[in-house]
């Protein structure tokens, strides 16, 4: 358990004594991680949730919807943060493996906000939030050894 609370904190070697007390009176503790990501997690399911149910209401609902999807990706996104740590997360979100998931994923989210604000285009809203599912999705897998190629081998397959 203590070597999985080293990696996910970006202490994966054992640092000098002084370093490591430095950082754990810095930083949360492992309950309050796991406590954070659960409740951040949580509210992110929840506003997808809520956006989904937002998609039925007359008029304005495709724009609550975009918004709603976005801030619960933002909000899931954002719960790994309390385990990894913000500069960890960040590092590895920009590693040259998922660097073009990340950019995709994080101009998803951006366009999605913008066409429901400042454009007004409801449709072009919707099409993002597709895009974001697609580009969270494989930004996510790439997380995963060799999941990115299992996908595409099946992909390739089923096209074939």
Do not use: H
């Amino acid at each position: 358990m203590d070597k999985l609370k080293r990696v996910l904190s970006g202490r994966d070697a054992e640092e000098p004594s002084g370093l490591s007390e430095v950082i754990d009176a810095t930083s949360l503790g492992w309950g309050t991680r796991v406590k954070g990501f659960i409740a951040c997690f949580a509210i992110g399911c929840l506003c997808s949730l809520l956006g989904s149910c937002f998609l039925w209401v007359p008029k304005k609902g495709l724009t609550l919807f975009a918004v709603f999807y976005t801030l619960g990706n933002i909000a899931s996104i954002g719960s790994t943060l309390f385990l990894m740590g913000p500069v960890k997360q960040l590092k590895r979100m920009f590693e040259p493996t998922r660097l073009i998931a990340t950019i995709v994923m994080l101009l998803c989210l951006a366009l999605t906000l913008c066409s429901a604000f400042w454009w007004r285009k409801q449709g072009l809203a919707l099409l993002f939030c597709i895009l974001q599912f697609f580009a969270l999705a494989w930004y996510s897998i790439s997380f995963i050894p060799f999941a990115r190629d299992a996908v595409k081998k099946c992909i390739s397959v089923c096209l074939s």
